[in-house]
């Protein structure tokens, strides 16, 4: 993704105009593929466990949940005084050094639980298909989880470029696979899910404790300081506009190709077997290979899930190391280099206990990813909005920021209500 990125930027404009480019939906393609990654594998398994009817509701609320969100977080960029300020030169603007702090604090522990959620998730893809496509007994965890994450890590320390390349290459390959697969599954469709008698009373709770999985499976805020930095620089006062605009077309993409998807799979399967393939903790890629007759779908669909989760790995790993880093120095008189050595270990070592443990990837998404996630992506911005003069000018409507502030409420107190 990094160097579709920069071919982007590297793209000359031969000038400022209101009307949607080219480069724009080229920029649209670029958020869309930051957030088409493993969290979407995991999606239908939570997002249908409810049943038919909260699923088609959490469908029409993804695409203004996104752009609403997104939006707010460009514009929250946008209000710096330096033109190529990012999210925490920005916050250090508005809040000072303490804020600039907390920012790079909830970063981090925005990105290494997703670390931590793909080392279990590549372990859990090797050992459904050594067992089940290839017939072989499963290798003891802790040396195959040892030998996955340490290879995945070793692929990211010593061919940095070279992966960074790789997870961008895959992206959209990834993205053609899901469509077709999508398509695939249409003729398996069933009424199982659909004939379940919906229960109206407690459909809002249902609605509310899945949120925080669309939160982290839309989520593609990693890139919006780049994207808006990018947009200033080019359009200066229609900056705005710009941004506006192509995180609208990046949110109904994530809508329409994402939510096709999770329709296409939940409605191939039973509400049993979504519970089942929750209980297996395993990705839905996974779980359609070991259920389903087709070759495509038996060797198709672990191979998707394990190119899709070690993409994923590469950049939130770099991510987490270097949000660890920072971490560190700023409080520390230690050695740089021995730093970046303690962070590297201390991440393969913790990923690796995890990965051992098999905690619940989707209890993980919800209790440790999409928190920290929604804080930053949609309340950041809407206090920010209250609260600092400079945002007055990118303020969005009340409508708007009433409805951004209570799903970022409701992804965050529907993980408290779930710890309780």
Same mark, same amino acid.
């Given at each position: 993704?990094?160097?579709?990125?920069?071919s982007i930027l590297s793209t000359p404009t031969p000038k400022t105009e209101k009307k949607f480019t080219y480069k724009d939906f080229t920029w649209c393609l670029s958020l869309f593929g930051t957030a088409v990654g493993a969290g979407v594998l995991f999606l239908p398994i939570k997002a249908?466990?409810?049943?038919?009817?909260?699923?088609?509701?959490?469908? $029409?609320?993804?695409?203004?949940?996104?752009?609403?969100?997104?939006?707010?977080?460009?514009?929250?960029?946008l209000s710096a005084k330096n033109n190529n300020a990012d999210i925490t030169d920005t916050v250090e603007e508005h809040f000072g050094k303490t804020g600039a702090n907390l920012i790079t604090f909830a970063y981090f522990f925005a990105? !290494?639980?997703?670390?931590?959620? !793909?080392?279990?998730?590549?372990?859990?893809?090797?050992?459904?298909?050594?067992v089940n496509q290839l017939g072989m007994e499963s290798i003891p965890r802790w040396l195959l989880s040892g030998g996955l994450i340490l290879a995945m890590t070793a692929g990211v320390v010593f061919g940095k470029e070279l992966m960074l390349k790789a997870t961008s290459a895959v992206v959209y390959p990834l993205v053609f696979i899901l469509l077709a697969l999508s398509f695939y599954l249409i003729p398996e469709w069933?009424?199982?899910?659909?004939?379940?008698?919906?229960?109206?009373?407690?459909?809002?709770?249902?609605?509310?404790?899945?949120?925080?999985?669309?939160?982290?499976?839309?989520?593609?805020?990693?890139?919006?300081?780049?994207?808006?930095?990018?947009?200033? $620089?080019?359009?200066?006062?229609?900056?705005?506009?710009?941004?506006?605009?192509?995180?609208?077309?990046?949110?109904?993409?994530?809508?329409?190709?994402?939510?096709?998807?999770?329709?296409?799979?939940? $409605?191939?399967?039973s509400p049993a077997q979504l519970a089942q393939a929750q209980e297996q903790n395993i990705s839905v890629l996974s779980y359609l290979a070991n259920v389903q007759e087709s070759p495509v779908i038996s !060797?198709?669909?672990?191979?998707?899930?394990?190119?899709?989760?070690?993409?994923? !790995? &590469?950049?939130? &790993?770099?991510?987490?190391?270097?949000?660890?880093?920072? $971490?560190?120095?700023?409080?520390?008189?230690?050695p740089v280099g021995k730093i970046e050595k303690i962070s590297l270990i201390f991440i393969v070592?913790?990923?690796?206990?995890?990965?051992?443990?098999?905690?619940?990837?989707?209890?993980?998404?919800?209790?440790?990813?999409a928190p920290m996630i929604a804080a930053i992506l949609f309340l950041l911005p809407i206090y920010a909005m209250l609260r600092v003069p400079a945002m007055a000018k990118?303020?969005?409507?009340?409508?708007?920021?009433i409805f951004t502030a209570v799903c970022g409420l409701a992804a965050i107190s529907s993980v408290i209500y779930g710890a309780l």
């Open positions: 993704m990094n160097s579709t990125i920069t249908g466990s409810g049943g038919f009817w909260p699923l088609v509701i959490l469908a $029409l609320i993804a695409a203004p949940m996104t752009w609403f969100s997104h939006k707010s977080l460009a514009r929250f960029v990105i !290494y639980p997703i670390v931590l959620i !793909y080392g279990v998730g590549i372990t859990n893809t090797v050992d459904s298909f050594l069933n009424t199982s899910m659909i004939e379940i008698k919906p229960d109206w009373a407690a459909m809002p709770s249902v609605i509310w404790l899945a949120i925080p999985i669309i939160v982290f499976s839309f989520n593609h805020s990693p890139v919006i300081s780049q994207f808006t930095k990018a947009q200033r $620089l080019e359009h200066k006062e229609l900056a705005v506009h710009k941004t506006d605009a192509i995180t609208g077309g990046s949110a109904l993409m994530l809508m329409g190709f994402v939510m096709f998807f999770v329709f296409s799979v939940v $409605l191939s399967l !060797y198709l669909g672990p191979i998707v899930a394990f190119a899709a989760i070690t993409s994923s !790995y &590469f950049g939130h &790993f770099l991510g987490a190391h270097e949000g660890l880093v920072g $971490l560190i120095k700023s409080r520390s008189d230690v070592l913790t990923t690796w206990i995890v990965s051992i443990v098999n905690p619940s990837i989707l209890g993980m998404i919800e209790t440790m990813g990118y303020k969005t409507s009340l409508p708007v920021q």
